[in-house]
């Protein structure tokens, strides 16, 4: 059974959602981690972006009415208001933000304490802060690669501004347990950022149960659309006291009023939005996220849950060395596997039109389209391959 984009039924995942995504007709994809597949309503989203050029020309009310709708649906996704969320262009941009927003140079708290597995653009912004006297703590992982809280509370102290966990490791597939992470962090008075951008789509994430005062994230991914596009969640009580100097036009309290006399942040979130809205990327962000919102998260995870431990199951009977965690409350849709020789093994996958992808380890990214099929061809594939397994 295939479902059109009009009656994606709630709760429906794998096989039935297939005819959406035309690449399945000829592919394993297993890389969502990276880039999830394109599906017939993003495409004509973007057409339909650019029918709307061609036939209207500047279309700017109608863009900001779609940039807000981009903004309610994060907020639906985050179980945040619209008004705790920014609009994007990336993880980059919000993170950056938020860091402007922290006076390490006048007075205030010098210490940036990130995991191990932090995406390289948080650890180069937070070392990129000690041009301004912040100092960077790096929080080292166990050999399995998980990093127990205690960690992280020996790292956190009085002079901690800010705490970066990542929600899921995009080198290993380790979830933090960021609600205990924000509980020791919010008793020391540091902030916490988690960068969920290998959760939001796949696993819930409601921002009221992560204690997180930041959580950012992009469409690339498990929201099913394209590159130039991210969210930054900002809790509601903070947004008075951080004044992003960071910022932008779209940030202003009035934007329409165009006064270039003094710096006006908006009261909510969206004095961490920057420029012109990244606007063919939120007509694909809209879509994107409807496909998952119809379906449901729960339902998503339910699915990317079973798949996973099909996986693992699988490569323990091949022996293989599996880097992400047994205990499905932590990992997410990744499962990382250890290889002698990981772009070899990932180049010979894709011969065989499976697409995996590699960070240090082999990446196996699951999501709402994949199927038992595609778990046990990338299971028998690497049974072929077993020299390349570590
Ligand atoms: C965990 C994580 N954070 C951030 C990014 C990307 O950040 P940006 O949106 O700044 O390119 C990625 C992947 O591209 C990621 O996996």
Not at 27 to 49: D, F, I, K, M
Not at 141 to 170: K, N
Not at 339 to 364: F, M
Request: aromatic letters at 6%; proline letters at 4%.
């Amino acid at each position: 059974m295939t479902t059109t984009h009009d009656d994606t039924p709630t709760g429906t995942v794998g096989a039935a959602l297939r005819g959406e995504f035309p690449i399945f007709e000829h592919t394993t994809y297993l890389n969502s981690c990276s880039q999830g597949a394109l599906s017939h309503r993003v495409r004509r989203a973007y057409e339909e972006y650019l029918d709307g050029w061609d036939e209207r020309g500047a279309e700017w009310e109608h863009w900001v009415e779609r940039a807000e709708t981009m903004r309610a649906a994060f907020a639906r996704l985050l179980r945040a208001t619209s008004d705790e969320i920014a609009v994007t262009t990336s993880v980059s941009q919000g993170v950056s933000a938020i860091v402007s927003a922290l006076p390490f140079e006048r007075g205030g708290r010098t210490r940036i304490v990130i995991s191990e597995h932090e995406f390289p653009t948080v650890g180069q912004i937070a070392h990129a802060q000690e041009l301004r006297g912040a100092e960077v703590v790096h929080v080292t992982p166990d050999p399995d690669g998980s990093t127990p809280v205690e960690r992280f509370d020996a790292a956190i102290d009085e002079r901690t501004a800010l705490v970066c966990c990542t929600t899921v490791s995009y080198r290993t597939g380790h979830r933090h347990d960021v609600p205990a992470i924000a509980r020791i962090a919010r008793e020391r008075g540091a902030l916490v950022l988690a960068d969920s951008y290998q959760a939001v789509g796949a696993i819930d994430v409601d921002v009221g149960s992560l204690g997180a005062d930041f959580v950012t994230g992009g469409t690339v991914k498990y929201l099913l659309a394209s590159a130039g596009l991210g969210f930054l969640y900002v809790r509601g009580e903070l947004l008075q006291q951080l004044l992003p100097t960071q910022t932008g036009w779209f940030a202003d309290e009035d934007i329409f009023q165009m006064d270039i006399s003094d710096y006006s942040p908006h009261s909510t979130a969206r004095r961490f939005d920057a420029g012109t809205p990244p606007v063919p990327n939120i007509y694909a962000g809209v879509a994107g996220a409807a496909i998952i919102e119809e379906v449901g998260v729960a339902a998503i995870e339910a699915h990317v849950r079973r798949l996973a431990t099909r996986l693992i199951e699988g490569l323990d009977e091949l022996g293989a060395t599996v880097v992400t965690p047994r205990d499905p409350a932590r990992r997410g849709p990744l499962v990382c596997v250890r290889s002698t020789d990981v772009s070899t093994l990932v180049a010979s996958l894709a011969e065989d039109r499976i697409v995996t992808s590699s960070r240090d380890n082999l990446r196996v990214a699951l999501h709402l389209y994949n199927v038992d099929e595609d778990v046990d061809r990338v299971l028998a594939a690497l049974a072929a391959r077993r020299h390349l397994l570590a």
